[in-house]
């Protein structure tokens, strides 16, 4: 039973340090799938045209459908390549910013948490366990001596071991 609430107690702090992670990771998958699905049914007008060289491509690329461009993300269709240069038809990403930025807030805001830690705190972390009473244990110079005669005494007799006859 300790096992199985340890286990529990641990999978609710894990879920907590790393839950705004899932989060993160989840809700970019659906944005960008959302994305590559509405890019396939608009219309031309609705895109924005860039031209880049090859290396400036290289640089801004993302993965295969997205580019950072001067700090926005953008989803693009299939590159064009001519003569050298990129031509993208693109669309800004206005809600995977939107995330991005969120979780660079959160990141921030515990970077500029320049309050220290109370001394409390600290205290009950380092603690090995918690006892409900204040113990205090002395130790005594005192040797211990063994009571000779009846630990001899127990070792020289003989308790015979009653047990049922052997069955046939």
Same mark, same amino acid.
């Given at each position: 039973?300790?096992?199985?609430?340890?286990? %529990?107690?641990?999978?609710?702090?894990?879920?907590?340090?790393?839950?705004?992670?899932?989060? =993160?990771?989840?809700?970019?998958?659906? %944005?960008?799938?959302?994305?590559?699905?509405?890019?396939?049914?608009?219309?031309?007008?609705?895109?924005?045209?860039?031209? =880049?060289?090859?290396?400036? /491509?290289?640089?801004?690329?993302?993965?295969g459908?997205?580019? *950072?461009? &001067?700090? *926005?993300? /953008? &989803?693009? @269709?299939? !590159?064009?390549?001519? *003569?050298?240069?990129?031509i993208?038809?693109?669309?800004?990403?206005? &809600?995977?910013d &939107?995330? %991005?930025?969120?979780?660079?807030?959160?990141?921030?805001?515990?970077?500029?948490?320049? *309050? !220290?830690?109370?001394?409390?705190l600290? @205290?009950?972390?380092?603690?090995?366990?918690? @006892? !409900?009473?204040?113990?205090?244990?002395?130790?005594?110079?005192?040797?211990?001596?063994?009571?000779?005669?009846? /630990?001899?005494?127990?070792?020289?007799?003989y =308790?015979?071991?009653?047990?049922? !006859?052997?069955?046939l």
């Open positions: 039973m300790k096992k199985i609430t340890s286990i %529990i107690v641990l999978l609710v702090l894990l879920t907590h340090l790393i839950g705004f992670y899932v989060y =993160f990771v989840v809700r970019q998958g659906q %944005i960008r799938q959302e994305m590559r699905e509405s890019i396939g049914s608009l219309p031309d007008e609705e895109f924005e045209t860039f031209v =880049f060289t090859l290396e400036e /491509y290289q640089k801004i690329k993302v993965d459908f997205e580019v *950072k461009i &001067d700090g *926005k993300m /953008y &989803d693009h @269709s299939a !590159p064009k390549f001519e *003569k050298g240069k990129v993208l038809f693109a669309r800004h990403d206005k &809600d995977e &939107d995330l %991005i930025s969120f979780i660079t807030n959160i990141i921030n805001s515990a970077d500029e948490d320049k *309050k !220290p830690v109370p001394s409390q600290l @205290s009950f972390f380092s603690l090995t366990f918690l @006892s !409900p009473y204040q113990l205090t244990f002395t130790v005594s110079q005192d040797e211990i001596q063994l009571f000779d005669c009846y /630990y001899s005494n127990l070792l020289t007799q =308790f015979p071991v009653e047990s049922p !006859p052997p069955r």
